[in-house]
């Protein structure tokens, strides 16, 4: 997903031509000379890797519990569609924190971290893998003391309800968590699992593009521009395309 | 120790548009150029195909073509009585990388400043009296005049094909285009886009309520071109992933679509990529530029010996690199003395969003720059008497997408999750639409850049530190600006609506605009500029910023890029046909 950070040397790097050229520094270097015409070579485009279904990649099982149960309460199922859980939204975040986002790659993380106002954005030393380990951790605590010793999963819809709603205002407060910035951390990550392309792993089904009604990866509407007032008549696709399209066994 | 390499005539620093339009002109003469860019080469087959590059994910929230803050970022606070905090995740705003730099990026809006932008203190000065404007305001007048740049205006829009209605062709008002602009000497080279119904429902609106409303300047083009480069551009398909995206249909004008094919075929013209430039090098007189020393990927320091240096890097990259190599006096807020790092500026937009009755807008059928707008209020257009503030935008409603998510339009009230959230999401996204202004941000004495006194980059060297706020002036034009605009969103007869100011302090988290300007501005006197009016350095001769957005003395009230652009070919025509004969200062 990310060429500019990737250690791999470049395959492609130089392209021969009429030009005189040379090849900047060691073997290694992804520096490169180009000159002559357009640099160009097959297999060396970038996709997304599809998420793979499986076993948890980041969480443990009781994380991937309380996981799996909050987003289906973020995003509860009704008639209207699946909830975050059957979409996929804990997988997307499993994913995403086992990878490159969970470690704050490409971010600034140099020290010295100071306490900065809130119009200076994020100022913490801790990643979100990170966040989520101590935030889940600190969640489970105060549910086992709170509630006789239960799990988050264990709990009434309503009482999960109630939790999160805590955890949102920031009035239950957990050990060495703010709890707040916790809660709009799962939040956001949920609602990105959710509209996010499927090859992802959330919006399962193009769950919630249906919810809404936006068609996806497509790429032309030069002919719905100037039909106002009228229903987009396609259904959704993804980068990989509709699961109707693959030919079944 | 620097390895030194064979000497070239011109070595550019950033290969955006600034940098690829000065390579062309300038290899086009026969010079030998060199550009040095810190990011990778992209083009769109490769790096923003059709078959992906419509992720929202990966593009909009990771952000995967812009700068990576651990190569380089900046330091942030609203006032100097506040310790400056790194921006750890680019929000705010969104730099660009890589070949094509912010020219991959952008939505496509091209704008020329009016006229009366370009004499701005002397203008108001006369028309409002000599003391009218704040003391503290240091606005001025650039050092080129609209007249001057009209045909590198009208360079820049050939170059992208620019899809638009001319409303003012050399003198003469032009039904359906904007009323206020400048003259132009053409038509605009391809005819404008479609809209969809919210900009049909706007324009119904404001036409109701006296005000002229005409379609977005846009280089998504509407129809297929070719430009005078002989390079081809397709049509727009209104696939809704412009700004943040590159393009897959080659439909968004960018270096990779208007120049590269072209400037890649010159025999004289290398781009060196991931190599970052971290120092110009000045000889023992300090008056004049030797070359520049850069970093490849393998940590490998090198040294690039040029006769001329031109510093195409992104706007506050510009001002950087010019503190760090010593060139020019740094601007102290306290006396007011020194230039570089001076009256940067921003840009003060606002919102009105709406949910309509029984619409099916269609939000996802978008450009980056299709719209119908108004410009009555920008600017000078309209009498500033007794409002107590200057300045001012255009406003409007262009859908550039409604990507899920990041745009998810709820009635007020809402709760930000569980079942209430997602009926009301449901109900609400085919409905829901906001209308902008994009106004101007004009220049102060303690909106400032300098080099921050603790945070380091990857090479140890300090990071730029910018020190701004929104003032008075600006948040006064903003909520009046977005009176007017609530007025005719009422006569858009909403179900509900919501009208949002910009109100202080500027926040570095939220997405306004990149548009960040100033810091090594263009003037006609020394000691308010860095820059002669051929964005030619004062101190040393053989050293140009050609046109990025530091050269602008103050922010007006539309996006940069045309301006840009323009300047990039009017610094261009300045060194071809004016520096290369008597090499010096041409001013």
């Known amino acids: 997903m990310n060429r500019n950070t990737s250690s791999q040397p470049s395959r492609r790097f130089l392209l021969a031509s009429a030009t005189a050229f040379f090849f900047v520094g060691t073997g290694l270097a992804r520096a490169r000379t180009l000159g002559g015409s357009l640099p160009w070579e097959p297999g060396t485009a970038t996709p997304p890797t599809p998420v793979r279904p499986g076993p948890w990649l980041f969480f443990t099982a009781d994380e991937a519990a309380i996981v799996e149960a909050a987003v289906d309460r973020l995003i509860p199922p009704d008639n209207r569609g699946p909830g975050g859980k059957d979409a996929g939204c804990a997988v997307y975040i499993d994913r995403q924190l086992a990878g490159p986002y969970g470690r704050s790659e490409g971010l600034y993380t140099r020290p010295p971290f100071m306490a900065g106002a809130a119009t200076q954005g994020y100022q913490m030393p801790d990643a979100p893998a990170a966040r989520y380990r101590m935030g889940l951790r600190a969640l489970a605590d105060h549910i086992k003391s709170n509630f006789a010793g239960k799990s988050f999963r264990d709990l009434a819809p309503e009482d999960q309800d109630k939790v999160l709603k805590g955890l949102e205002s920031g009035s239950i407060a957990l050990k060495d968590v703010k709890s707040a910035d916790f809660f709009t951390l799962l939040l956001g990550n949920t609602q990105e699992g959710f509209f996010a392309d499927p090859i992802y792993g959330g919006n399962r089904d193009m769950a919630g593009w249906k919810l809404i009604g936006f068609p996806g990866a497509r790429y032309d509407y030069r002919d719905w521009v100037e039909r106002h007032n009228e229903a987009y008549p396609l259904p959704p696709v993804s980068i990989m395309g509709r699961s109707d399209w693959t030919v079944r066994e | ?587």
Not at chain 2, 72 to 99: C, K
Not at chain 2, 144 to 152: F, G, I, K, M, T
Not at chain 2, 185 to 204: N, R, V
Not at chain 2, 569 to 587: F, S
């Open chain 2, 1 to 587: 120790m620097a390895r030194k390499l064979p000497a070239k005539d011109v070595v550019i620093i950033g290969l955006g548009w600034t940098g690829s339009i000065l390579a062309y002109e300038l290899a086009k003469s026969g010079l030998n150029v060199v550009a040095i860019e810190r990011g990778p080469w992209r083009d769109t087959a490769t790096d923003f195909p059709p078959a992906y590059a419509q992720d929202e994910l990966r593009y909009a929230v990771r952000l995967d073509l812009f700068l990576r803050p651990d190569q380089q970022t900046m330091t942030f606070r609203n006032n100097a009585s506040q310790t400056a905090m790194p921006i750890r995740s680019f929000s705010g705003f969104l730099p660009g990388n890589g070949v094509g730099g912010a020219g991959v990026h952008w939505n496509g809006q091209t704008w020329r400043f009016l006229p009366t932008d370009f004499n701005i203190r002397s203008h108001l000065e006369e028309r409002y009296g000599k003391d009218a404007l704040p003391a503290d305001m240091t606005i001025q007048d650039w050092p080129v005049s609209y007249d001057e740049l009209e045909p590198y205006y009208d360079r820049f829009e050939k170059l992208c094909g620019t899809s638009g209605k001319a409303g003012n062709l050399r003198g003469q008002k032009q039904p359906g285009g904007n009323p206020f602009e400048g003259w132009r000497s053409s038509e605009y080279p391809t005819p404008p886009l479609k809209q969809g119904l919210g900009a049909t429902l706007f324009a119904e609106a404001a036409r109701k309520t006296g005000h002229s409303p005409f379609p977005q300047p846009a280089s998504n083009l509407s129809e297929a071109y070719v430009n005078p480069l002989g390079v081809k551009l397709g049509q727009c398909t209104y696939c809704g992933f412009c700004e943040r995206f590159g393009c897959g249909n080659y439909a968004k004008s960018s270096p990779q679509t208007c120049v590269l094919p072209a400037l890649m075929r010159f025999p004289n013209f290398s781009a060196r990529t991931e190599s970052e430039v971290t120092k110009i090098n000045l000889d023992s007189t300090g008056r004049r530029a030797t070359g520049v020393t850069y970093v490849d990927t393998s940590g490998e320091e090198w040294e690039q010996p040029a006769d001329i240096v031109l510093m195409c890097a992104f706007s506050f990259f510009n001002v950087q690199l010019m503190l760090l190599s010593g060139i020019g006096k740094p601007y102290d807020p306290q006396t007011g003395q020194g230039v570089v790092g001076r009256n940067y500026a921003y840009q003060t937009t606002s919102s009105v969003s709406l949910i309509l009755k029984d619409k099916i807008l269609n939000p996802f059928i978008a450009t980056g720059s299709h719209g119908m707008i108004i410009d009555d209020y920008n600017g000078d257009n309209f009498d500033h008497t007794g409002l107590g503030f200057f300045g001012g935008g255009y406003m409007g409603f262009g859908q550039t997408g409604a990507r899920p998510i990041q745009t998810r339009p709820v009635p007020k009230g809402t709760p930000k999750w569980g079942a209430e959230w997602k009926k009301a999401t449901a109900e609400t996204y085919q409905r829901g639409l906001s209308l902008a202004t994009h106004a101007s941000s004009y220049s102060y004495k303690d909106c400032y850049l300098d080099l921050d006194p603790t945070y380091k980059d990857r090479f140890g060297r300090p990071l730029l530190r910018m020190t701004f706020d929104f003032h008075d002036n600006e948040l006064k034009m903003s909520a009046f600006l977005t009176e007017r605009l609530a007025e005719i969103a009422k006569a858009m007869d909403p179900v509900e609506m919501t009208a949002s100011p910009r109100k202080g302090p500027y926040d570095s988290t939220i997405y306004q605009t990149t548009h960040n300007t100033g810091g090594t501005v263009m003037g006609a006197d020394p000691s308010t500029s860095v820059l002669n009016r051929y964005c030619q350095s004062w101190d040393v001769h053989n050293i140009f910023v050609p046109g990025g957005a530091s050269v602008f003395p103050q922010n007006h009230g539309y996006n940069p890029t045309d301006t840009v652009g323009a300047l990039a070919y009017w610094t261009a025509d300045a060194i071809r046909n004016r520096y290369l004969k008597n090499p010096g200062p041409l001013v």
